[in-house]
Structures are given as structure tokens and as C-alpha cells.
């Protein structure tokens, strides 16, 4: 069966299909939004799995031919998932994931595919809510719809779902779903706005969103099918009991151990001591669960009931931080930011625009001058594991920072420098990401980047039973794996420049988001205060070990002179020892280690570029001689004419006399006409002999007899 629902939203039509393609899948919408299409089907097996986890997998892919390009690599194929993938594909996960059943373990999977692009409508926003509606549709437990959108600002006016276009206008951009209730996810970049008006994006973000749930009722309503059955696990009182009277008090005691390593330490003391005394009654898969549960209820109730927290602090309290500047002699900037047990060492590189990275994605190819990597080693959190190229969760770290920060990193017009940070983080006890965006902004001045401020990142936690809650400021990694929210807030004094937000239950309220985001701003402000202690303005110059970057723009008509025929001119240029790079503006750019080096490249091309002006001296070569006068190479490529009675101030008899070819000899202009024939003068700039001149140059030459 066929059916469509269709909805003028945000002034664009938007419809969700199903019934005409991808029929064999448990669910597949077909979502359309102005000519931007996507296609979501679902997929969940038809019997449990063996895993311990709820093994959901989503995949985003935004095929080349939606947008009209073949993809650029060697095989003019789609491969792995790019960067901008892998991140919708991960946030799509995080609105899904909380709304599973949580003894729903069945492996899903959830497939994205872009199939148009008409280059202003998002396809990521529209997968999100497709997703969403796929589930709703299919057999598979679900509990929604969800709905998701973007949020800009455009001349201080909130707008829903805005256009590519309107976003590089936008102040905002903020990625937000929801039930109808309240809030689910939240993902986003700022330009240092108030944390007051991200609050109400996401009262607006709301709005919308129960329309777009209101549209999946609708759908569901005519086509949802019968959710399956799945077997719900019966609490085991006798192994309820057997644990909590083997384990209860020492895990209470546990609980309360301010460090991390003896805190882990005794837990799997007390794991493998109840495990084995249990091990003939029950299986050791429901004794571990058990024992993980007794673990997270008694965290919970401490918080809850006695505002105490596992490390001792108050439920509004930061960490001890500690910073190191300059802790890499070679590198250009460096710093180390040590949070409780959460460490980050940061570097910054500063490079030339030889050094940009390329974006390659249905808009086309773009160039990145300003990029963070971020790298999560198993020794971080003292485990070992496989080691791999970064997954989603080290790129989405890393850009989530990258974001944060951007908002203060000048333009190259003001700073002609490629930069790459690189967060690696040494110890981690939970926000990471978060130091990362600490230790960016400290190595970015240590290095001399004249960023506008300081950006500090907190993360913000919660736990939540019934009506009862508390907000968590500067969670420990038990705090967030055991709790119901994640919050990441990043800013400067000014404003907020990122946000993400992820939870474990089916939403918040704005009540809550309230009092979160009161928090975040007080952890910032005093993360900022030792910071600006440590450094509070750029270093005044750059590491002796850095590029010195020399930048002109020129009329785009001289690129082939600055080239020269087969780059033979750009090359005997970068024989000094410079890099040169040209772009299509007519933007020059000399890259060189050596600051002589640099200053002589840019000499020569901004001798090939200068235009002659009159009544200025040049030191010329003489190029050609002729009967009237002799042609002057005054600037690269540039010849004028020097009269021959321009040549003395008494009468030239010929130009032989005085000039020969290749001599070198100084001039002045003293006329460019229409044509931009270019007059010199030598004699100006001889002083005159004593003396009738005038009478000299007219003495007769002797008779020949």
C-alpha cells in the first residue's frame, strides 16, 4: 500500500512516503524536502543476539549523483564513509538509540541513503526525522516519533530549518530532536551567542518539531504495523537478594572511593569474590548484570538522596585543574590541561596554504585552513584494545572542539596561516572533549594565534528518578555511563560557541535545561579565570620554529606573470628557499622557515607584479639601443624609453657614447602616456656641469681637411 503525507513546512513542501519503494525492509520512507530527497529503511533481526549491548548500527551515505558530481577519487566511486558521514550517521544513533526497548537486544539497522540534492535543503536534518519515521512504520519496537530540525538565526530572527544559504548568515546553527514532550538531542555551533538565546533556539527548535510529529502520526495511522513481542526478563529475586547481601555494603563503600584506579580496583575485587560464591546457584552473566545494577542504584541514591558524589565533591564543584604551556620545545604551541583525572595535551602547528585540508561532499570541494584532530589511546583509561584509525567517536570529539573554537580563530585575511591542533589525550575520566577545547585555546596562544579570547568546555551530567533530579557540574565517566544526560557546553564570556547534548531517557524539560545550562556558564567562568591566570592574551610573536607567511593580493590579470611560461618563473622565485602559492583572486602567498628567504621571494614577486609611476627612480638594465634613444628594463617585463636627449645634459652624438647593452643604469620615469609607453629620463639625475651647456652642445665638430 501506498501513502503519503504532505506538510508546508518552514515555507518548503516537505512529504514522507512509503509503499513504492524498498518494500522488502521491516520499514522505508522515501522523505522529500523542496527537491532534496532521502531514502531511510530499517532493518532488525528476527531473533535475539548474543551481545551485551543493544546492537544497533546506522549508515549515512550522501551519493555523488544527487548533487550532479562523480565522486573525485581515483576510482570515480563511493567509498568508505567520509568525515561528514560518519558524524550524521552518529548523531542520527544518539536520537534513536535512548528509544529502543531496553530489552529489545535484536540487531538494527538503520540505512540513509541521499539520493537528490538540490543544494540548499539539508539532507541530514531530513534523514533524521526519516529515520524516526522508518522505526514507527516497521514491526520494530520503538518509542516515538521523534522529530528533528535545524535552527539558525538570520538579523537576530529565529528561522526553522534554514537554507544552506541563510546558514552562512546565521549567527546559529543548531541541530535539535524531540517527543513531544521536550528535548531528546542536541548538536550545535555558535557564534558567541548568549547562553539565554540558545535556550529559547531550542523552545522554537520544539515547536517545530511537534509538527513534524504530528506528520509521522498521521503516516502511522494508515500504514504502522504491529510492534513483535520480545521477551522481557523476570527479576530474579533470590539472585536480587544472594547479591545485594554479598555486595550491597562494600559497594556502598566502594562508591565513596575518590579515585578513579582504587575505586575500579575494588569494584572488581568485589565482582570476582560475589561471582565466585555464586557461581554454583546462578549464571555468571546475571550475577555480573546484577552486581552492575546494585552498582548504578546505589550511585544514583547517593546523589539523589545525600548530594554527595563519587569523588567527594559537591554536586556543583570542578575538578582540581592544572596547565603546562610550551611543554614541546619544537612545536609551535603546546599545552597540557589536566582536569581531575582527565588530561589533555594539546599542539599547534601553523602551516602554509599549501598545508589546507580538502572537503570533498555534495557541495563540492572546499578547503579547510583551520582543523582539529583529535586521538584516544586505550592507555587513556588504562585498557587495552584494538588499535585503529579513529572511529566516530575520536572524528565527532574532534570536530565538536573544532567547532567550539573556530568562532575565535582569525580569517586568513588577518592571519595567512593553515593551523592544525591536535588534541592527544593522555588520562580520561569523562569531557575529553571538552579539555581538548581547554588545551586548544591554550596552545593556539601559545603559539601566537591571535585568537579573540579564551574558549573553555564544560560537560554537565544528570540524574533523574521520577520527579526527582539532580544537575551535575563536571561529571566523572561513572557519572555519565551510570546517569541519564551528557551536556557539553563550550564558550567564551561573551557567549556559547558549541553545544551537544545526549541522553539516556525520553526527554528533558526545558526546567532542567535551565538549570544545566546556569551550571555549564558558572563551570565556564571559572575554567576561564585559570586559564587567562595561566595566559591571558596571544604570544606576541611566533615560534622561531614557525613559517613566516608573506601574503599580496594582485590584479588576477598578472597570475601568468608571476607563473611565467611552464611555472618557470615561480620556480626560479622558490630557488631562494620559499614556498609561493597562487590563487585564483590573485592571492600570493610566501611560505618560508627562513625570514631572509621570504622577504627576497616577495621582492621578486612583487617586482613582477609593481606598475611603473611617474617621477620614481629605478635601477634599470639596458636592454636594446636604437639610433634615438635606448630601451630600459625598469621593472620585470616592464622596458621604457630613455630619449637620447635624455641621456647628458650636453648633446649626445650617439647613445653608443654613453649607454651599452646590459649596463645597469638608473632612471627616472617621467611620463607613462595613454598607451602606457613609459619616457625616462638619465639626466635628470646628473647634476649639471658648470657652465653654458647649452653653448657646449652647440659647438660645430672640426672640418676634416
Known amino acids: 500500500m501506498i501513502a503519503k503525507v504532505e506538510l508546508e513546512y518552514a515555507g518548503r513542501p516537505l512529504s514522507i512516503e512509503t509503499g513504492r519503494v524498498a518494500k522488502q ?15 531511510v529503511a530499517a532493518v532488525s533481526d528476527n531473533k535475539p543476539s548474543d551481545f551485551d549491548f543493544f546492537p544497533l548500527q546506522v549508515d549515512y551515505r550522501e551519493k555523488m549523483y544527487a548533487g550532479g558530481r562523480i565522486p573525485g577519487n581515483f576510482f570515480k566511486r563511493e567509498g568508505a564513509p567520509s568525515t561528514t558521514e560518519k558524524l550524521h550517521a552518529r548523531l542520527i544513533d544518539h536520537q534513536i538509540r535512548p528509544l529502543f526497548p531496553g530489552a529489545y537486544d535484536f540487531e538494527t539497522q538503520v540505512y540513509v541513503t541521499v539520493l537528490s540534492f538540490d543544494g540548499e535543503n539539508d539532507p541530514a536534518v531530513l534523514s533524521m526525522t526519516g529515520a524516526s519515521a522508518a522505526l514507527c512504520i516497521s514491526d520494530i519496537p520503538f518509542d516515538g516519533p521523534i522529530g528533528a530540525v535545524c535552527v539558525g538565526r538570520v538579523d537576530g530572527e ?107 580496583e575494588t569494584l572488581s575485587a568485589i565482582r570476582a569474590e560475589v561471582r565466585e560464591a555464586l557461581a554454583e546457584d546462578f549464571e555468571d552473566s546475571e550475577i555480573g548484570g546484577e552486581i552492575d545494577r546494585l552498582i548504578k542504584k546505589d550511585m544514583r541514591a547517593m546523589i539523589l538522596s545525600e548530594n554527595q558524589r563519587i569523588d567527594g565533591r559537591d554536586l556543583n564543584q570542578v575538578r582540581p585543574i592544572d596547565i603546562d604551556l610550551s611543554v614541546l620545545p619544537r612545536a609551535h604551541g603546546s599545552g597540557i590541561f589536566t582536569r581531575g583525572q582527565t588530561q589533555a595535551l594539546c599542539i599547534a602547528t601553523l602551516g602554509s596554504k599549501m598545508d589546507t585540508r580538502m572537503v570533498d561532499d555534495l557541495e563540492g570541494k572546499s578547503f579547510k585552513s583551520f582543523m582539529l584532530d583529535y586521538n584516544f589511546p586505550n592507555y587513556s583509561v588504562g585498557e587495552t584494545g ?92 561513572e557519572e555519565d555511563h551510570l546517569g541519564d544526560m551528557d551536556l557539553k557546553i563550550a564558550g567564551t564570556r561573551s557567549g556559547l560557541t558549541a553545544i551537544q547534548m545526549d541522553i539516556k531517557i525520553g526527554g528533558i524539560s526545558f526546567e532542567i535545561l535551565n538549570t544545566a545550562f546556569a551550571r555549564a556558564r558558572d563551570a565556564l567562568n571559572h575554567i576561564l579565570g585559570l586559564m587567562e591566570e595561566a595566559i591571558s592574551a596571544p604570544r606576541t610573536s611566533l615560534s622561531e620554529y614557525a613559517p613566516r607567511i608573506l601574503s599580496i593580493r594582485i590584479d588576477p590579470a598578472k597570475i601568468g606573470a608571476v607563473i611565467g ?141
Open 25 to 39: 525492509s521491516h520499514g522505508a520512507v522515501w522523505m522529500q524536502y523542496g527537491e532534496t530527497i532521502v531514502l
Open 386 to 477: 584494538r588499535i585503529a584509525a579513529p572511529g566516530r567517536r575520536e572524528i565527532g570529539h574532534g570536530v565538536l572542539a573544532e567547532k567550539a573554537l573556530e568562532p575565535v580563530v582569525p580569517s586568513e585575511d588577518h592571519f595567512p596561516y593553515t593551523i592544525r591542533l591536535v588534541s592527544e589525550i593522555l588520562e580520561s575520566n569523562s569531557s575529553s572533549s571538552m579539555a581538548t577545547v581547554c588545551g586548544g585555546s591554550l596552545a593556539l596562544m601559545d603559539a601566537g594565534v591571535p585568537i579573540k579570547s579564551h574558549v573553555a568546555g564544560a560537560g554537565v551530567g544528570l540524574v533523574m528518578e521520577g520527579d526527582q533530579w539532580a544537575v551535575l557540574t563536571d561529571i566523572l565517566g
Open 158 to 264: 529565529f528561522v526553522l530549518n534554514p537554507t544552506l544559504s541563510q546558514l552562512e548568515e546565521s549567527d546559529v546553527h543548531l541541530m535539535v530532536s524531540g517527543n513531544r514532550e521536550s528535548i531528546i538531542s542536541v548538536e550545535g555551533d555558535f557564534h558567541e551567542v548568549a547562553d539565554g538565546d540558545v535556550v529559547e533556539a531550542l523552545r522554537v527548535a520544539h515547536q517545530g518539531i511537534v509538527q513534524l510529529i504530528e506528520l509521522q502520526d498521521d503516516l502511522i495511522s494508515r500504514v504502522g504495523k504491529a510492534k513483535r513481542s520480545y521477551d522481557e526478563p523476570e527479576e530474579n529475586e533470590a539472585l536480587v537478594t544472594a547479591v545485594a547481601e554479598r555486595a550491597s555494603e562494600q559497594i556502598h563503600a566502594a562508591n565513596r572511593m575518590p579515585d578513579k584506579g582504587a575505586r575500579a
Open 565 to 705: 611560461p611552464g611555472g618557470k618563473t615561480i620556480r626560479s622565485i622558490e630557488e631562494t628557499g620559499a614556498t609561493v602559492s597562487v590563487e585564483d583572486d590573485g592571492l600570493v602567498t610566501v611560505t618560508s622557515l627562513d625570514a631572509q628567504a621570504g622577504e627576497t621571494a616577495m621582492g621578486m614577486v612583487e617586482a613582477l607584479v609593481e606598475e611603473p609611476e611617474v617621477g620614481r627612480i629605478y635601477d634599470g638594465t639596458v636592454r636594446r639601443i636604437t639610433d634615438f634613444g635606448a630601451f630600459v628594463e625598469i621593472l620585470p617585463g616592464k622596458d621604457g624609453l630613455c630619449h637620447i636627449s635624455e641621456l647628458e645634459h650636453h648633446r649626445v652624438r650617439k647613445v653608443n657614447d654613453v649607454l651599452s647593452e646590459g649596463e645597469k643604469v638608473q632612471v627616472k620615469v617621467i611620463a607613462i602616456d595613454d598607451q602606457g609607453k613609459i619616457r625616462l629620463s638619465r639626466k635628470v639625475l646628473i647634476d649639471k656641469p658648470n657652465g653654458d651647456s647649452n653653448q657646449q652642445g652647440r659647438q660645430r665638430a672640426p672640418r676634416r681637411s
